[in-house]
């Protein structure tokens, strides 16, 4: 097993090296699905340990020769989004763990965060302050003209609180193992694969997305036109709905608002 461990934690890394090498590290379980996630205290820190699942075959070969595995992208992006001024919780460490030659499995390593989730935030439509939607709009324009593409940009993985210096929302990224970096602006084009995942209500979303064409300098119908065309033609959600049709549900309300994928 391969262990890689910030400088900034280098008198706690025997505790560190320790705990992620448990097969079920010790502590509060946050997750425990096809990736473990465990909070825990190592050497006085508030940590959490996400334990990636064991890919299939076909991932362990790309992930030992031509991709670079989970664990290692989250530790990179996490710096690259601190060097941007983005904030993410820090990068602690991640392990890598091959078997007969290809990657198996890993962790990474990072500083709990008790901030709220955006998707809890918006979960009773009715009590969300159009602040909140505004703030994301504007933070979320600005990430994408500053070439970050965040590729699992869901409600979920978006933390926020309200600044008590000044009452601003501000915002943490999580999860970020998927991101691209470019030197320039992303297109709108491309930005709406990710703006159509975000899991608002019709409501919320034509809001977000008339504030979010206003901070990209275009025209409101230009985005709000584009998520709802790429909506229409997503082939998974053209066959639920003729699954429906067959058998009788056709008077159901159409959403337009698309529900993240769990990781």
Same mark, same amino acid.
């Given at each position: ?84 001024? &983005? !904030?993410? /919780? ?11 030659? #290809?990657?198996? *499995? ?75 970096? &470019? !030197?320039? /602006? ?11 995942? #975000?899991?608002? *209500? ?62």
């Amino acid at each position: 097993m391969h262990i890689t461990v910030a400088p900034t934690y280098n008198d706690i890394r025997r505790q560190i090296e320790e705990r992620v090498t448990q097969k079920r590290p010790q502590g509060e379980i946050l997750r425990d699905a096809r990736n473990l996630i465990v909070r825990c205290d190592i050497g006085g820190k508030d940590l959490v340990i996400k334990r990636y699942g064991k890919p299939f075959f076909f991932n362990r070969i790309m992930y030992t020769f031509f991709r670079t595995c989970k664990p290692k992208r989250a530790y990179i992006n996490a710096q690259k989004l601190a060097e941007r001024g &983005y !904030d993410t /919780p820090e990068a602690v460490a991640f392990t890598t763990h091959y078997s007969c030659g #290809l990657y198996e *499995s890993g962790a990474f390593v990072c500083p709990y965060c008790a901030y709220p989730t955006v998707e809890s935030a918006v979960a009773n439509p009715d009590e969300v302050p159009h602040e909140l939607l505004d703030a994301l709009a504007r933070y979320t324009a600005k990430m994408h003209h500053d070439g970050i593409y965040f590729y699992d940009y869901n409600l979920g993985n978006i933390l926020y609180h309200r600044d008590a210096a000044d009452g601003q929302y501000r915002f943490t990224l999580i999860d970020c193992n998927r991101i691209k970096f &470019y !030197d320039k /602006p992303i297109s709108l084009h491309k930005c709406v694969k990710v703006l159509y995942c #975000l899991n608002f *209500s019709p409501e919320q979303h034509i809001y977000f997305m008339c504030r979010y064409a206003k901070y990209r300098d275009v025209h409101w119908k230009l985005v709000s036109g584009a998520v709802l065309l790429r909506q229409e033609l997503n082939p998974a959600r053209r066959f639920k709905r003729w699954i429906k049709g067959k058998i009788g549900l056709t008077g159901t309300t159409r959403r337009y608002d698309a529900r993240s994928k769990k990781a």
